[in-house]
Structure formats: C-alpha cells, structure tokens
C-alpha cells in the first residue's frame, strides 16, 4: 500500500504568519490555490484509488481540482486534523518564539503538550493510526496494493514522517514538508519505506510501478503520460512561517 501524503497549499494564515491551528475558515491564497491546480496535474495521471482529507478548508481546497480530475468524493478524518495548538492558536509566530514551550516543541517535541491543547505525541498516535487504518481497508478493498491521498497538515505529516523512518518523534522538526509538497510512504509488511520527502518537483511517474499491472482498469483510474507543471514550492521569503502553518 502506498500513501502520498500532500500538505495543503499555501494558506491565508501563512502568510500572515500566523499559527492556524483548526481556526475556521482559512483559506488558501491565490498562490495557494494556483498549488492546488498544479498538484492536480502532477497526480491525476497516476491511478489513485482514494482521497482522505483533514476536514479543515485549507485541506479541502487542496484536493478539489484533484477530486474533479479523478472523479473521486474525498473522505474527510478528523484524525488528520491539524495539531490542538490550544491557547497558541490564532497567535502570531513571532509572538511564539518568546514562549518556554517554543524550544521543548522544537528539541523534545515528544513531551511538548499544547495548553488546553493537545501533545504532539498524542498527534502522532491518532495520525499514523488512521494512515495505517485506510492502509488496511483499501489493501482489502484492492487485493493488497493500491495509491491514494492523504491531505492533511505540516506536523501532522512529519510525525508520520517520522514514525516511517524509525526516529524519535523527538527529531521530527528535521522534516520539512513545504505548502503543497509530497511525501511518500509504501507501506509493506515488514517495514514502511519512504519513496518522496517534500517533493515538490514534476516527474512522479515511477508511483505508478507500485501499483499491479492491470491498475488503470479499476475504477477512478487515470492514464499513464508525462505529468506537466513546474515547481509549486512556497515562497521562500516566509520563512519558517512559511514551510508550514504549524511551528
């Protein structure tokens, strides 16, 4: 089973450089939703079985060109919910870096526990739970191999990140996963192994070598072809702030 786990595009919050958190309605910003077009084309040549979204806006934009294009309904999972900043959200970055807890969440993120929110360990547990769980009912649902979508949010897809590394959720804030990147994870019964990190480029056609032969014939499948687009990083000059709407 293999899970491309795309961060949502650009956000509002972005780039107010502000900590989202699950505030209603963020929206993603023209460059945001321009990111989501692009993504669209990138992974609409690929057979992707299922789309599974964090049910807030930003994620929801991010997957609607790609829904259109595949003709696919996405699911939402409040298990892919952006981290419970608690009393942190809505404030700005800036502000934060003031905080005690700034340093525990950026060195010992494994003990940093939000006020009135929650902890990042918590995060990790509900999120890789509910990539493992789709994981499961599509290998049944397909025979044992199929490609499909997770959007969600910055932490949230690092801590998966790391979870498929084998590293300390400690060393989390190492992964960098940009507005509207990728990372991919296959998931295999001995061990999951990481095909993209932050991926932000073109050419995703070597995905469709992990799904069986006769893939293209199921329903929602797309044709095989070259993946047009160019690069949908971030801005570079927001920073931080920017590479995600978390810390």
């Known amino acids: 089973m293999t899970v491309i786990l795309l961060r949502h595009g650009v956000s509002t919050s972005n780039t107010a450089r502000t900590l989202a958190g699950r505030s209603t309605g963020v929206d993603l910003t023209e460059r945001g939703a321009e990111q989501a077009r692009a993504v669209a084309e990138r992974l609409a040549v690929l057979p992707i079985r299922r789309i599974v979204s964090s049910p807030l806006l930003r994620c929801q934009r991010t997957v609607a060109p790609l829904a259109e294009k595949l003709g696919l309904e996405p699911d939402h999972d409040e298990r892919l919910l952006e981290v419970d900043y608690g009393d942190w959200t809505g404030r700005p970055i800036a502000e934060l870096l003031e905080e005690p807890l700034w340093k525990v969440v950026q060195r010992h993120a494994s003990g ?14 509900r999120a890789v739970a509910a990539i493992r769980e789709h994981d499961r009912v599509l290998g049944e649902e397909y025979g044992g191999d199929a490609l499909w979508v997770a959007c969600t949010h910055g932490d949230v897809i690092k801590s998966v990140l790391a979870d498929a590394f084998g590293i300390h959720l400690d060393g989390f804030q190492r ?15 001995t061990a999951p192994y990481v095909w993209r990190l ?21 329903p929602g499948a797309a044709s095989s072809g070259p993946i047009p687009g160019g690069e949908v990083a971030g801005d570079a000059d927001n920073g931080n702030a920017e590479r995600r709407d978390s810390l």
Not at 112 to 125: D, I, K, N, R, T
Not at 175 to 189: K, M, Q
Not at 198 to 218: Q, V
């Open 112 to 125: 940093a526990v939000f006020p009135s929110g929650e902890g990042l360990a918590q995060v990790q547990a």
């Open 175 to 189: 992964i960098v996963a940009e507005p509207a990147s990728i990372s991919v994870v296959r998931y295999t019964p």
């Open 198 to 218: 932050n991926d932000t480029g073109t050419d995703l056609g070597a995905l469709a070598a992990l799904t069986p032969p006769n893939a293209e014939d199921r």
